[in-house]
Each structure stands twice: as structure tokens, then as C-alpha cells.
């Protein structure tokens, strides 16, 4: 049984498919990347696995139970995680801080209030915190951190939560190329350590092509091409897709 397993999922908003009949499964510790032109529904794909959104036809299976139209809290429960900006409240917490409220949310299983949170479980939340790399600006309030690393606490805070699944839509948005390929290249080592899946997608075809396990290519709703990275950088299919766009390697869309 496949950790994800996605069946006819199909979302319309007013006459238009955003996602028509799209399947696809991911596996324990995979990386799955799903690609396709702006306006092709890579968003609405997440908001449907997420809970954001409710599908009009489907099913979306987790570890073999139907998570398709529960909220995204019952989501989230049962162990998909989300990469999320840290809201505007928690800046002037410290970096530590907000993991330690990513763990106390985790533990309990509500929102937690920033109160409890300054006394628990600070050693976890460093130990996420030492393995994204971040061990040294814990204490640092997260308002001062680059935009790079506020990327990276985000990752822990997810990752607080032990999910079995990580959704990421774009989380490296407005990061350097280096850096971009740095948070993907540690995500991808997360994924194989916590034997997690990861769901992404991601602008920079250097980082698709050189991270992720499969691609997954959506093209007007539609599942347009799947297989290894190296496939479905040869796929002429592919390429047509992205005509009108450029290339599908080396430039970067926004
Ligand atoms: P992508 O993330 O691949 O760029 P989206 O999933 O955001 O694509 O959008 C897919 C299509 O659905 C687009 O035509 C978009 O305009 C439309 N769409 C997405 N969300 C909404 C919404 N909330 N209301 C109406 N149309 C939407
Ligand atoms: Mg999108």
C-alpha cells in the first residue's frame, strides 16, 4: 500500500477544471515533484491532499484511509504536514520559541498559545532546529532571520509534528538559487532519514531534476507525464508543454 494514494481527483471552480481526473501515488521517503505551468493546478492539487479545499470527485487515500473533504485539521492529525509561513504574531518569538510552539500544537493537537510554549520541550526543539541547520540562531528573534532561514525554521516547525506526508507548495519562493537548492537537497535527506513522503513543487528545473525522486507533470488539470526525473526531462511531451514558457531546463519561471 502506497503512503499516498490519489484516484480521479477532479475540482472545478466555475467552468473551469483546475484538476480533471488527476491520479498519482507516493511512496515512504519518496520526493515527488509535481511540475507544470502556471495555472495548471499544482495549488489546487495541494489544497485538495491539504484539506483546503474539498475535491468534487475522488479519493484521496493516506496509509489506505480516505482523508478526501476532511478539514485540514483532521488532515493534519492523521500526519500530513505543511510547510507554512510563520504569521506576522510569532516574529518576535524567538526562532527556538517557535518550534517549541510547533511541538506544543503537535502535542496536543490544537493551536497552541505562545504562553505554554516558552518552556516546552526546548531540547527537541533544538535538536530540529541543529538538523535544518538553524542550531545557532535559536535564540535570535525569528524578525531578524534571512529570508533563507526563516525558510529553514519553517521546515522544523513542520517536521515537529512527525508527519507522514509533507506538502510544499513552492517553499523556495524568492530564495537564491543556491539556497533553494540547499533546502531541497536537506528536505530530500529528511524524507529518506524519517522514511517521509514529500509532495513539492518548485520553479528551478535544476532543483526538480537533480532532487526529486519522480516528477509529475500537470498540465491544464491534467497529468500530462510521470516517471524519473531523467525521463521526463526527455519527454518531447514535456518540452511542447513548456513551449511559450521557454525551456523547461535552465530558466526560471515566477
Ligand atoms: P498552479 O498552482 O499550477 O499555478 P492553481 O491550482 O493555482 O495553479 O490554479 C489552477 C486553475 O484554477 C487556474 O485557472 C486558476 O485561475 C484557477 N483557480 C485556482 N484557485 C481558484 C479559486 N479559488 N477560485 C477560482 N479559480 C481558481
Ligand atoms: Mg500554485
Redesign the pocket.
Known sequence: MSLLEVRGLGKA??G?K?VDGVGFSLEKGELLALI?P???????TFNLVGGQLAPDSGSVRLAGHDIAGLSPRAIWRRGVGRTFQIAATFASLSVVENVQMALLSADHKVFASWRRAAGHRRDDALALLERVGMGRQADRPCSALAYGDVKRVELAMALAHAPQLLLMDEPTAGMAPAERLALMALTRALAKEREMGVLFTEHSMDVVFGQADRVLVLVRGQLLAEGRPEVIQRDPRVQQAYLGHGQILGKRRT
Do not use: Y
Not at 38 to 44: C, H, M, V
Open positions: 471552480f466555475g473551469v483546475a507544470g502556471n495555472g495548471a493546478g499544482k495549488s489546487t
